[in-house]
């Protein structure tokens, strides 16, 4: 996609986050929270007007995570569950484990495995030392 459909998608997904806070409806707030984070990460992942392989793959694997653990937060009697999961309460579980740290394990690897071909490569820092008239060793 071009940077103009993740605008419009940016759009569309604070759209529908913000009917979700003012209606009070947590599912749809749970499908659309990820899609503007995911959106906001797609923009920032394009180079040259388009998004690696690999890190198209990382953000749909956060998108998928993101919105399975929201709506299971939503769709779980609370109630239900008496014990704790790694000391603490299923919900706050699902919250800290799969919702934030799964994805930031994710996100993090695929970042420092693929930074060189998908963030920054020997050419965007030859174009920058000349632009730059410095020069950045790398190593």
């Known amino acids: 996609m071009k940077n103009d459909t993740w605008v419009k998608v940016l759009l569309i997904g604070s759209i529908l986050m913000l ?7 947590p599912m749809l707030f749970a499908i659309s ?3 503007v984070i995911v959106g906001w990460m797609a923009l920032g992942a394009m180079r040259r007007n388009k998004i690696g392989k690999t890190l198209k793959l990382s953000l749909t694997a956060l998108f998928i995570i993101w919105v399975i653990g929201f709506i299971v937060l939503n769709v779980m009697d609370h109630s239900q569950f008496n ?10 579980a699902i919250m800290i ?3 934030w740290l799964l994805p930031f394990f994710i996100g993090t690897l ?3 495995l693929k930074f060189n071909e998908e963030y920054l490569d020997e050419d965007d820092i030859r174009k920058f030392e000349n632009k730059s008239n410095g020069v ?3 190593k």
């Open 33 to 35: 929270f990820p899609i």
């Open 136 to 138: 950045i060793e790398t």
């Open 83 to 92: 014990g704790t999961v790694l000391g603490l309460a299923p919900g706050t």
């Open 19 to 25: 009917i979700a806070q003012v209606g009070k409806m």
């Open 97 to 99: 484990y799969i919702i």
């Open 110 to 112: 695929v970042y420092c």
